[in-house]
């Protein structure tokens, strides 16, 4: 699985660097289909990319280039004061406690949680939070179980709704074509009728 | 790509790392003043970062790579954005190198790695920041693209040089409504991404409240400096953006020392008449309860929406 | 024993009657105020551990009523039925009891470590009077059982001991999903140092300089709490002049801590320049202090059997810093931020509150009206004492019961003032006769403090029970983040409740 | 606008620097490298909130540490030196050496009040481990019960500004 990852983060990475590449087969791509041919929109020479539309240039190399010339001057700035003074390894700041333990690493749903929030008026996310007490005193917790719950917005409001009309034509043409010779004979002459009456 | 257009955009990248902590040295002297307090030296992150430089490096169990590179990239990337975007000569060599779009999405990839840095570490308070900062820049992003596209719409083309010189060319555009619009977008962009009240509080220091601070927690020595001079950076590059997009004049046409010279002092004003006053709004408001920050940022965005409209009807 | 202590009436009972009397009292209005255990020798050199005999002081007002409890249990076999069904802070007194006393719960609970930290040694019980030498500590990696919230995505923000501001050490364990808190456990007692046992031994005088140091902030609370104690317990009257004293001392350290308070709240919400004018306030109050009393935390001022005051305060600094304070609060409730985020924020329920046995501000904030100063008033100087009350429960009830307490406050040292005389005014502790025991009750800024002192026939400390506010409030504080608050509304939450961890840690 | 009245009418705040009028120790060498430059992570190890109270007082507007380059700071990572207050407890020591560690040097420990010198009131008491500087090297005491918010900044500026 990684591998298929790594194959195509590296596709992109060369992308990023050389679109200058891909240009010209989507230029002709382009013409083909929309049929509009008047000059190229993209004009490149290797390094730089410009739009021919309106004044609008990028060289995605000189910017890889640009940036890596800058982190390697930072690195040569940090390096030459680091004389003196060796790294040391640590463990991560636990405000002044030593167990660090897998719970206490942040989570995916987490990490999404509060965009989640934001759009939960689209998402309709469905929380439940269950907490057992002591019947003598609801102060004393006894478990308290979490449960999140998104219906995909997608499904629920476009491809469920699509499927369903598309599952009732369905059930309305198994009625019209039910395999009987009879009824398709009939169809074919009321359509001749049809056919006729509109050409005449 | 001339000579002289490099030189030009060294002098950026230098005049901006020179002035960067400064200004934020001045910002803090204002909210210090206004507080009734003497407050510390202008110089103070100057002499702050110094130290750091020549304190010992710690490197927490169970990072890796993006650690270390992390700063490196955060500080590159604001560097960078600082020699192509026009503060001094809209001559920079740079200019055809990036447009508007890469800027943004320069200054986007440092707030990625710094995201990712403070997941690295693997402990609760850079996952949180992490989370709060790309929730954040995830509802900001649109408001950027399309407040840029606005402005490419009304001066035809996105690079930062032809935007400058079409305003200078024609002044009025920059009092046109869909100037001013995009203009508000962008500074609330640029208070969001900058980590300035009323998203993220600069000065406080509570784990659970943080968004910058928590992705930072376990930097320190040259790291951390990197880290603070890069945030800096960014604060001004953003300011700078903002001031010589919608109000360019000042900016030198050629690649003359006097010009450029003239041109520094003039970008200089801008960008400290923009701190002061985010400075000083800074003391009079309260920080957003976390989840007021998308309706601020659906607010510019709307403001965004607003200019792309106007521009087309007033093309 | 005196006079004055039998108004504290003893009913002794068994471990079988302890629940039916306990809450026949609960329902007759009375308060569980304090328990306090004690380890007694063997009388008159008589073979054996000694005894182990736990005090419930139980106490309603106004008129003020104290009733004690006293249950006694062999010390080998001290099994104590449990309370922790019918009062909350009776179970959290409990597990105090078998941390410190080696005390066998029956029927709680939760009865796992509170006050001892894990990686204390087993079968150590350091209030014990044949405690012994402190075995080894086992490794630190021992946690606290936290509960576990189940659930896909959940994760643990584990905060402090040491925190990023300057916080006194408390741990916080946040079950989170995202932003959202699941639940919240505050491990405490981490700056427990044994000030209980400290006393001991000491003479009455001699405690004070403990007393004040219980936690730095409430250096009148406790210091008058444990003077009033000792009062009852050796039949002391202080004169009337140092009475007075008294009270205007615990306004004035009401007033510069509630005042702290506002703009840290301020503060927290990103409002920094109301906290730069608060601490510029404070720092006002602090040296008022300093000149009244030699002291800018106001120690000194409070001693058994009576008050001294170097110098007193002109009316007139009082209103000009009356007027100062409402100008602060004006420009922070004209601020929308401000205002939306204390509104709403970490509702504590009248309900909650009230199981809970919450004292002070906190109680106040969710509609329970409690004052010490009208239940267990220590001298007759409060007939035009106000206690406001709110119902709202939230962040902001909070900062507003401290707006209205300042403006009490301020309104009865004006009204003391006049009558109120510079210098020592003191009467001399009898020399003691025989053993005695008294209750100090005490409406400190943060809610009622209560000492109980034993003082043995050497006229020496034998027990002193010390219960900060705190010690109830405590508990509050998750209860009323578990509704829907989110992380980043921890800190603002915290500082509305501002507990002691000294006062509670003891 | 109520607030801008205030700022305007309350005007500076912050008063002179205190006199250093006491006999100057000896600094330890890392306070070389800390010139006009400390950044504080302060520690509670069991203290009675007094010195808190007059530490944060000593940052607040009439005292205002940070006009000679101090400051507070969130993470020991961001510190030069360490505030401890109080008589280390027994469960905070284990805090406190992991504080410790966790600082980049060159630091310094600041030992601040009577009772993080030598315990204090508190000697003795069964949940005490010691003093600070039986838990980790101590570089500076501050002494008073608390240390008046004069003190303070006069044993801080000895350090930025020597």
Not at chain 2, 279 to 296: H, N, Q, Y
Not at chain 4, 150 to 161: C, K
Request: proline share 6%.
């Amino acid at each position: 699985m990684q591998a298929g990852l790594v194959a195509l983060s590296g596709v992109c990475v060369a992308l990023a660097l050389a679109p200058t590449v891909l240009a010209e087969p989507l230029e002709r791509a382009t013409t083909v289909v929309s049929g509009i041919a008047d000059g190229a929109p993209i004009t490149t020479d290797g390094v730089y990319l410009q739009l021919s539309g309106i004044q609008a240039g990028l060289s995605p190399l000189l910017l890889a280039t640009g940036l890596a010339v800058m982190m390697i001057a930072a690195l040569a700035v940090v390096r030459r004061s680091r004389v003196r003074r060796t790294t040391r390894g640590i463990p991560a700041w636990g405000c002044g406690r030593t167990v660090q333990t897998a719970r206490m690493e942040y989570t995916a749903t987490s990490f999404a949680e509060p965009l989640q929030r934001v759009f939960d008026d689209v998402l309709h996310p469905e929380i439940d939070v269950d907490v057992d007490h002591h019947t003598e005193s609801r102060h004393y917790v006894q478990a308290i179980r979490y449960r999140l719950h998104t219906r995909d917005a997608f499904e629920h409001r476009l491809y469920l709704p699509l499927l369903a009309v598309a599952r009732r034509w369905g059930d309305g043409a198994r009625r019209i074509q039910n395999g009987s010779i009879h009824r398709y004979l009939a169809y074919s002459l009321f359509t001749l009728i049809i056919v006729l009456l509109v050409s005449r | 790509m001339s000579v002289s257009g490099i030189a030009v955009a060294l002098l950026q990248v230098a005049l901006t790392i020179a002035v960067a902590p400064v200004l934020v040295g001045l910002m803090r002297k204002i909210r210090a003043r206004l507080e009734g307090r003497i407050g510390p030296p202008i110089s103070q992150p100057w002499r702050d970062l110094r130290k750091l430089l020549g304190k010992q490096r710690l490197v927490s169990a169970n990072t890796g790579w993006v650690f270390s590179l992390a700063p490196l990239v955060l500080i590159a990337s604001a560097a960078l954005v600082a020699a192509i975007v026009p503060f001094l000569s809209t001559r920079s060599a740079l200019d055809q190198v990036g447009d508007l779009f890469a800027v943004v999405y320069l200054l986007l990839l440092g707030t990625v790695f710094l995201s990712l840095a403070g997941l690295d570490a693997g402990t609760a308070f850079g996952g949180m920041g992490a989370s709060r900062a790309m929730t954040i820049t995830a509802i900001a992003e649109p408001t950027v693209l399309v407040a840029i596209f606005a402005l490419s719409v009304s001066s035809g083309s996105s690079n930062l040089g032809a935007i400058v010189s079409s305003t200078l060319a024609n002044p009025s555009t920059a009092a046109s409504p869909q100037s001013l619009l995009a203009f508000a977008a962008l500074a609330v962009v640029t208070i969001a991404e900058t980590g300035r009240l009323p998203v993220d509080n600069p000065s406080a220091h509570l784990e659970l409240t943080m968004i910058h601070e928590a992705m930072i927690l376990e930097y320190s020595g040259p790291d951390l400096a990197l880290l603070e001079l890069a945030a800096h950076l960014r604060l001004v590059v953003f300011l700078g953006l903002l001031a010589n997009l919608f109000v360019p004049w000042g900016i030198a046409t050629t690649v003359q020392p006097l010009h450029l010279l003239g041109a520094a002092a003039a970008v200089l004003v801008k960008i400290t008449v923009l701190a002061a006053i985010i400075a000083v709004v800074e003391v009079f408001i309260a920080k957003l309860r976390l989840f007021r920050v998308p309706e601020l940022l659906a607010a510019s965005f709307v403001l965004a929406f607003l200019a792309v409209t106007v521009s087309f009807f007033l093309a | 024993m005196t006079w004055f202590t039998s108004l504290d009436r003893v009913i002794e009972t068994t471990p079988a009657g302890l629940r039916d009397r306990f809450v026949e009292l609960l329902t007759n209005g009375h308060r569980l105020a304090l328990v306090a255990a004690h380890h007694d020798p063997p009388i008159d050199g008589a073979v054996g551990v000694g005894t182990i005999r736990v005090v419930y002081v139980m106490v309603a007002g106004p008129p003020d009523t104290r009733l004690e409890l006293h249950v006694r249990l062999p010390t080998d076999e001290a099994m104590l039925p449990s309370l922790a069904g019918v009062s909350f802070s009776a179970g959290r007194f409990e597990r105090e009891m078998q941390d410190l006393f080696g005390i066998r719960l029956v029927g709680h609970h939760q009865p796992g470590r509170l006050v001892l930290h894990q990686h204390w040694p087993d079968g150590w019980y350091p209030m014990r009077h044949d405690a012994g030498p402190q075995p080894d500590f086992r490794d630190e990696t021992q946690s606290y059982p936290f509960i576990t919230v189940e659930g896909p995505g959940v994760y643990e923000i584990p905060v402090g001991p040491v925190h990023a501001g300057i916080i006194e050490p408390g741990h916080f364990r946040f079950s989170v999903v995202g932003e959202t808190i699941l639940n919240v456990k505050a491990r405490l007692w981490f700056v427990h140092k044994g000030i209980e046992r400290l006393f001991q031994g000491r003479s009455p005088d001699g405690g004070v300089e403990l007393a004040e140091r219980i936690s730095g902030d409430t250096a009148v609370g406790h210091s008058l709490a444990y003077c009033l104690a000792i009062e009852r317990a050796t039949g002391t009257v202080p004169p009337p002049a140092a009475q007075l004293l008294r009270a205007m001392l615990l306004e004035l350290e009401r007033l510069y801590n509630h005042v702290t308070d506002l703009g840290a709240m301020g503060n927290d919400v990103g409002f920094g320049i109301a906290h730069a004018h608060t601490m510029r306030i404070r720092e006002r109050l602090l040296r008022l202090n300093n000149e009244i009393t030699g002291h800018r935390l106001l120690r000194g001022g409070v001693y058994p059997g009576g008050a001294r005051a170097t110098w007193l305060p002109q009316a007139s600094t009082l209103a000009a810093i009356h007027d100062d304070i409402h100008d602060v609060v004006e420009f922070m409730m004209a601020n929308a931020t401000v205002v939306d985020r204390f509104t709403g924020t970490a509702v504590l329920s009248t309900d909650d509150a009230a199981q809970i046995g919450t004292l002070g501000y906190v109680a106040r904030a969710s509609g329970i009206s409690t004052d010490a100063r009208r239940e267990h008033a220590f001298a007759d100087l409060y007939q035009n004492l106000t206690v406001p009350l709110l119902t709202g429960g939230d962040v902001m009830s909070r900062f507003e019961i401290r707006v209205a307490e300042i403006d009490a406050s301020i309104a009865l040292l004006t009204e003391f003032l006049p009558n109120a005389q510079m210098g020592e005014h003191r009467t001399p502790l009898d020399p003691v006769v025989g053993p005695g025991h008294g209750v100090g009750l005490v409406e400190g800024w943060r809610g009622t403090i209560a000492h109980r002192v034993e003082i043995g026939s050497d006229g020496r400390l034998t027990r002193v029970k010390i219960v900060d506010p705190s010690f109830f409030n405590w508990p509050a504080l998750p209860v009323a983040l578990a509704g829907d608050t989110i992380v980043p509304d921890f800190p603002l939450a915290n500082k509305s409740f501002n507990q002691s961890y000294a006062g509670n840690d003891l | 606008m109520r607030l801008p009245r205030k700022i305007i009418r309350t005007g500076r705040v912050t008063e002179p620097a205190p006199v250093d009028a006491g006999p100057r120790p000896a600094l330890p060498p890392a306070a070389d490298r800390l010139r006009g430059s400390l950044q504080i992570r302060q520690v509670d190890a069991g203290s009675c909130n007094g010195c808190e109270a007059e530490f944060a007082a000593a940052f607040g507007p009439v005292y205002d540490a940070e006009r000679f380059g101090v400051r507070l700071v969130a993470s020991p990572r961001h510190a030069d030196a360490l505030v401890v207050t109080g008589p280390v407890t027994k469960n905070m020591a284990g805090p406190l050496v992991n504080t410790f560690e966790a600082t980049p040097g060159p630091k310094l420990v600041i030992a601040l009040g009577d009772c993080a010198r030598d315990c204090g009131v508190f000697a003795g008491g069964y949940g005490v481990a010691g003093s600070v500087a039986d838990i980790v090297p101590v570089d500076i005491e501050i002494p008073g019960c608390p240390p008046t918010p004069e003190a303070i900044i006069v044993a801080l500026r000895r350090i930025v500004d020597p």
